[in-house]
């Protein structure tokens, strides 16, 4: 079932677009580019026993194509990198579902190097059903859990006088599911929900979280499209 949250923010994203495009397009140079188009693509059928002519048309295709482009790459450079941050966190709220009570799960640590001694605890609600499991050739450690009642807290990673959390979800979901906290700044940047990892023999701790699958994104793509076309229409944008 789609959810209302993801209604809004598909229908929010289409009006921003449309906004950012009106804004920083030449729109009289885009429609004449669209215009253009058209026009040499009607030639094709106009003229399909000319070889001659309907070469000529498909240099001009070409050629307004890359117009075309040009007068869009402003537009989709600005909203590259904020589309890029906000499926991230969609896939979080939307892409994640927390752990099933009752069905095991693995937690894994990466390493910067091979690490003995390492220990993890849960909340009383979680089991952790094996010793650690370490794979030296990759540098990880990795533990079974499975959860027996429902649960929102933390994972404890003990590292000799060092503890590392890792937050938790089963039975119960956060609206944010991050499966991996890390250390790195790119991962922070993309998921600010959990501070970075400061210790600097590890890498990241993830949890196995189960996937609810891309059927947001269809969502997303066709309530966001809907909403740009509308209020492209009304505002008379030509995309």
């Known amino acids: 079932m789609i959810s209302g949250s993801l209604v809004v923010v598909s229908a929010l994203t289409g009006l921003i677009v ?7 397009t030449d729109l009289a140079a885009l429609r004449k580019a669209r215009k253009l188009l058209m026009a040499h693509l009607m030639e094709f059928r106009l003229y399909y026993n000319e070889p001659a002519l309907i070469w000529g048309a498909q240099k ?3 050629r307004d194509n890359v ?4 007068l869009l790459l402003r537009p989709v450079l600005i909203l590259a990198l904020p589309m890029a941050w906000l499926f991230t966190q969609l896939d979080s709220i939307y892409g994640f579902a927390p752990l099933p009570v009752g069905q095991a799960s693995v937690v894994t640590a990466q390493m910067d190097a091979p690490l003995t001694g390492a220990t993890l605890t849960a909340p009383t609600e979680i089991a952790i059903e094996t010793p650690p499991v370490r794979s030296m050739a990759d540098n990880q450690v990795s533990w079974r859990i499975r ?3 429902p649960v929102r807290g933390s994972l404890i ?4 006088s060092r503890e590392i ?3 938790i979800s089963a039975g119960e979901r956060t609206i944010f599911l991050m499966p991996r906290r890390a250390r ?3 991962n922070f940047l993309a998921h600010p929900e959990e501070a970075r990892i400061s210790e600097p023999q590890v890498v ?3 949890v196995e979280y189960p996937r609810t699958g891309v059927g947001w994104i269809a969502w997303f793509l066709f309530i966001s499209s809907v909403s740009a076309l509308l209020f492209a229409r009304w505002r008379r944008v030509p995309l």
């Open 18 to 24: 449309v906004w950012v495009f009106q804004h920083t």
């Open 60 to 62: 001009a295709v070409v």
């Open 67 to 70: 117009r075309l482009l040009g």
């Open 147 to 149: 959860p027996v009642r």
């Open 157 to 160: 990673l003990h590292l000799r």
């Open 165 to 167: 959390t890792k937050s």
């Open 184 to 186: 790195s700044m790119a």
């Open 204 to 206: 990241w701790i993830d």
